[in-house]
Each structure stands twice: as C-alpha cells, then as structure tokens.
C-alpha cells in the first residue's frame, strides 16, 4: 500500500490503495476458486511460504496445487499440509467456545450473535479455507457488562497485554474484549463493531432481524447475515490489528461475501448504515480479476463519513505513533476524550501491573509515551 508522510490524500483514494502488494504464490491461493487459476509460478514457493502460513492459506495453497497440478518440494507441501490441519484444529475449538459462551448469554437473556468467522466460511470453497482462531460475539451495549461479569466469574479472562488503564475503557474506549480461558480458548465479546465511529449506524436490532442460524460441528449459531458480515468486513479491513489491508483473508472475505449477497440488497443495507462509499472504495482496491464490478455499479458514490479521520488513520502519520492514536481515532469525540484523559493519568493499579517494583510508575509511564508520541 502506498502511504505518503501526510493526510492531504482523500479518504477513498487511500481506501482505494489498501490492497497490499503480494507474491505471485500468495496471489494464485488467495483468489483461487473464485477466477482462472493462476499460471504455475516459475519461482519456488518457499519464498512465499511463512506469509501463506501466517495469512491462514495453507488450504486455499493446497488446492491450488491439487487443481493445476504443480509440484512443490515435498519439505513445503508438509508444512502446508500440517499448518492447515492446526489452523482447522483451532476453528473446531473456537467454534466449541463460541457454543458454550453464546448459550451461557442465552440462559441469562443476553442475545448473542456471530460476527465473522463460521459465518463467512460457509460461503468458501470448503469451511477449511476459511480457518479462524476465535469467535467474535456481539451483543447490545446495555447487555454488555453483564455478559463480562458472567464469563469472568467463570474464569474467563483479557490477557495482561490486553489490559486497560481504567475499567470504564470497557465499555466507552474500546469496542469490546478478548476474553480467555486457562486452555487458551476464548472469544472476543464486542459492545460495538470496530471501528466504532464507522459502524454506529449498524445496529444490533437491525442486524438481529436479518441474522441466521449456522451449523458447526458442536452445534448452531446465530450467525450475522452475509450482507451485515459483508459491512464487517469492508471495515475489518480498516481495524484489523492497526495494520489496514495487511490481513489478506478479509480481503478474500469481501470476495465471498459481495458475490454471495444480490447486488441490490448490498447496496440497499450500505447505504442504510452509511458505508456505500465506503464498500464501494474498498471494492475498487481490488484485483481486477476479482474485483466485483456489478456490485460496484449500483453502489452510490456516496461520501465516506468523517474522511479526514480516515484519510489521517490510513497515512503513515497515525502508523508511526501506533495504538495509541489509531484507536482515539476510530472514537466518537466524548469517548476520545475519555480515553486520551485515561490514558493521561492511568489508575494506579493498572501502573502497578506494568511497572513492577518502579518507584515511579507515573513518570516511567509518562516518558515512554513521551517518547512513543514524539
């Protein structure tokens, strides 16, 4: 993606440019089965290899290979072959997670639905190919302290790296938590869909009408609807881990999704929830190949909602100053405010936990982010 030092380029032009550069090995698994299969790479595949891996496309590779019938050294094949069967291992996990804490929600009247995951692999050439390590829950904001109140009273814990500098960040500074059991298992329980400033206009009650049931191996899950998990991901795309466009299986995601939903409903529920011109810039990144152009035709060019926001978060600007910023501007502006005066003066606890045994936990937590700002 081509980033420049400031913000001047518009909001669509760098959601247009957030499609990554990619190998011609990863390119010929990301979008095969939905175009010709790409020609034989001439280079070997081991180049390529740890990026197919930790881009979860060990599956998508092996059928590539199966279907154009080209040879690899046996040393990659394996590692294909074993980092699929761990990358499925994990997804019959979290789906088995997602089961028991969806209906712990259901027995206490929380209604609980799937974001992501099982509910777009369905749409893959094989449920394999779309592998997922944890299941994303959302529920209404009002029901949302409880939900965590039950699931840590059961153990279920954020990891220490994930901790906040005050409680109230919960709920007003961040769009939910990654919770996680002894066994390493767990879910992420969302308030929100991220990034938060984007999404209000996708409401609970809306996308709870148009939900569907999903069946897993360990049971069914009300799922988000192809379309609302379509919205998802074109904004995934933007949040994601605070590397836009680096995840290349939320772009294959967006694939699946446009051609599964009818081009009319999908223009008709972005532009409820104020993302056409937003899915639409997303779809013009696209390969060509597969980009998606019935859709993209009858998707109003509409403004993109806070694009001086957006155009900054995608520039290297945000990038270089990290979390921190990246996450004050996917808030409303009250919630901003609130998290920068948090993270200003944290709690004395949470220092604590971060600075052990420093006589001076407020100045040590001061300097560095001193020195992360500057």
Not at 75 to 104: G, K, N, Y
Not at 271 to 299: F, K, S, Y
Not at 306 to 332: E, K
Request: charged share 20%; glycine share 6%.
């Amino acid at each position: 993606m081509a980033y420049d030092a400031g913000v001047d380029i518009s909001a669509k032009t760098r959601l247009n440019e957030l499609f990554p550069a990619v190998g011609p090995w990863t390119s010929a698994a990301l979008w095969h089965g939905r175009t010709d299969p790409a020609p034989i790479p001439t280079k070997s595949i081991r180049d390529e290899l740890q990026t197919i891996c930790d881009q979860r496309l060990s599956a998508l590779t092996l059928r590539y290979l199966r279907d154009v019938k080209a040879v690899i050294e046996p040393e990659c094949q394996q590692i294909l072959r074993q980092t699929s069967f761990a990358w499925m291992s994990m997804a019959i996990a979290a789906a088995d997670a997602a089961q028991t804490a969806t209906l712990l929600l259901e027995s206490h009247g929380i209604d609980a639905l799937v974001s992501k995951g099982p509910g777009i692999a369905r749409f893959y050439p094989g449920i394999d190919c779309r592998p997922y390590a944890d299941v994303d829950l959302l529920v209404r904001p009002a029901d949302f302290p409880v939900g965590v109140a039950l699931f840590e009273k059961l153990g279920w814990t954020e990891e220490v790296r994930n901790q906040q500098p005050w409680s109230y960040f919960r709920a007003r500074c961040r769009e939910g938590l990654n919770l996680r059991t002894t066994d390493g298992g767990g879910i992420d329980l969302h308030h929100r869909i991220p990034p938060w400033i984007w999404s209000s206009r996708l409401r609970f009650r809306d996308m709870s009408t148009r939900a569907e049931a999903v069946g897993t191996g360990s049971g069914t899950l009300t799922c988000l609807s192809a379309v609302d998990n379509l919205m998802v991901a074109s904004l995934h795309l933007v949040s994601d881990r605070n590397d836009p466009g680096h995840t290349l299986m939320i772009w294959r995601d967006v694939l699946e999704l446009a051609r599964a939903v009818p081009s009319e409903e999908a223009a008709r529920v972005a532009t409820e929830c104020g993302l056409a011109g937003w899915l639409r810039a997303v779809l013009l990144a696209m390969p060509h190949q597969v980009r998606n152009d019935e859709l993209i035709a009858v998707l109003p060019d509409d403004s993109i909602p806070h694009p001086h926001r957006l155009a900054y978060l995608l520039s290297r600007r945000a990038s270089d100053l990290g979390v921190i910023a990246s996450q004050f501007l996917r808030l409303p502006v009250g919630n901003g405010v609130q998290f920068v005066a948090g993270m200003t003066v944290p709690s004395r606890q949470f220092l604590h936990g971060k600075y052990p045994g420093s006589a001076h936990p407020y100045w040590t937590w001061w300097s560095n982010g001193r020195d992360r700002w500057h």
